[in-house]
């Protein structure tokens, strides 16, 4: 068993300077099924690691020349969810400690019995197992919602894909602020796909949908008997987020008490569950999103000034819908061809010409989500192989007129007139706002008043 050139696939390593114990090991591994080859010389094993795949490694921890602590690293360096499990001595336990810390799965103190081995051996694998899994299940979120998998070339959107690349991996924090419906979740998810943090957890939570107690408790974690209903400990979407990016959308509807703790937690890079005495570190990259106007809200002594400083390092701005038409086309086909593989017994196929002009025609005051839903409408209720525009009532009903305004026989002030004209302005020139100031003659913060809903 020892003779290695005679293996030609072994499924674990075993390694010990007594190389009588080794094979005393490996032959009781191969009664249990394992294929084994043992190995008393530690530079030898280091050849061998780096020649051959072995599932997992055991080894002795210490030994001349190459000792364990070499093998674990070289072994977690070429793979770095194969198990390792230490053997030592009972003198060298502390020592065993710190290989568990530099990426052992465990540690067993000499002597110990073959079926305690095996066990070990067989959760570690399953342990790996599942970590693959994971791996790939994230790898392939990540590819999913990576800036490549994103629908949109126009000007505006290639503005936006550009800067998301630019501060993926920076420090510093990002705010995404756009109207309700324009997917600012999903350029949330692209950040965290494209940065250094894509194989850690992306988790999110909606700031509106929770009351304050329950979204403290779901942040920051609790302790059992904290309160009343906390009948166990629970870690908090901060833990469940660490090493990864925490996506907190609709940040302007969070109370002001919380704000205060966010913001403590933002600085200290530190949390404290409710009903703790002591601070956790955690390494959480935070992301917001609102669709309100924040500087309104510190104005109004609903949001904290100090915290929108805090938050707002970059501001990524997404256009509406109206604003890049460009960009209907391409998404309403692939929501089309989305809504189709969730119902592979619709009958519809593609739209008419008419379907076609109602949705660009349209000026889809609840954005890309709209559409989506107006689609996946379309294809669960049509009859035929197209969409036509009778499929889309709510579209084609709002569609006349939209794009110009209907004064009649009233007056209107000529504020609200020239809110219009820059917003139809700003829809023509692709939603680029630098060209449209430049073609209305004027400069970005008159753009930024014009457009203003705040009459002040």
């Excluded at 977690?76 to 020592?95: G, H, N, Y």
């Excluded at 965290?192 to 304050?212: I, T």
């Excluded at 929108?308 to 501001?315: Q, S």
């Amino acid at each position: 068993m020892s003779d290695v050139d005679a293996v030609t696939e072994q499924r674990v390593l075993v390694v010990d300077d007594n190389l009588a114990f080794a094979e005393s090991v490996a032959e009781g591994l191969s009664a249990f099924g394992w294929q084994v080859c043992a190995l008393g010389d530690g530079t030898r094993a280091l050849e061998l690691i780096r020649e051959r795949e072995f599932d997992a490694l055991v080894t002795d921890l210490r030994m001349p020349e190459v000792d364990g602590l070499k093998l674990l690293a070289a072994a977690k360096q070429l793979a770095p969810e194969r198990p390792v499990i230490m053997m030592t001595a009972f003198s060298a336990i502390d020592s065993a400690v710190e290989c568990v810390r530099r990426g052992a799965y465990h540690y067993l103190t000499k002597p110990f019995k073959v079926a305690e081995l095996d066990l070990f051996l067989r959760r570690a694998l399953e342990t790996s197992a599942l970590r693959k899994t994971a791996r790939d299940l994230r790898r392939a979120l990540g590819e999913r919602y990576a800036l490549g998998a994103l629908v949109g070339r126009s000007a505006a959107m290639s503005d936006v894909f550009e800067l998301v690349r630019r501060v993926a991996d920076a420090t510093l924090p990002v705010m995404i602020v756009g109207e309700t419906g324009v997917g600012k979740t999903l350029i949330a998810r692209a950040l965290h796909a494209e940065s250094a943090r894509a194989e850690a957890p992306f988790v999110s939570v909606n700031c509106a949908a929770l009351p304050e107690p329950l979204l403290e408790s779901e942040l920051f974690g609790h302790l059992r008997g904290a309160f009343t209903g906390a009948t166990a400990t629970r870690p908090g979407l901060f833990v469940e987020a660490h090493g990864g990016t925490l996506f907190l959308d609709e940040i302007g509807d969070m109370q002001p008490a919380l704000q205060a703790k966010l913001l403590h937690v933002l600085e200290r890079g530190a949390i404290r569950p409710i009903g703790a005495t002591k601070e956790r570190e955690v390494d959480v990259r935070v992301v917001t999103a609102t669709h309100r106007d924040l500087r309104k809200l510190v104005q109004a002594g609903s949001f904290r000034e100090d915290l929108l400083y805090r938050i707002e390092g970059v501001v990524i701005e997404l256009p509406p819908l109206r604003q890049r038409r460009d960009d209907i086309p391409l998404l309403a086909q692939h929501l089309l061809d989305g809504a189709r593989a969730r119902h592979p017994r619709a009958t519809v196929e593609r739209f008419s010409p008419a379907a076609s002009r109602a949705l660009l025609e349209y000026r889809w005051p609840g954005n890309v989500r709209e559409l989506e839903h107006a689609i996946g409408r379309a294809v669960l209720l049509g009859r035929g192989e197209n969409i036509e525009a009778a499929d889309l009532p709510n579209v084609t009903g709002r569609a006349q007129g939209a794009s110009a305004r209907d004064f009649g026989d009233s007056v209107i002030p000529v504020r609200e007139l020239q809110r219009e004209y820059a917003a139809w302005a700003l829809e023509r020139l692709g939603g680029r706002k630098m060209v449209t100031c430049e073609a209305l003659g004027i400069d970005s913060k008159t753009l930024a008043k014009w457009l203003s809903t705040d009459d002040t």
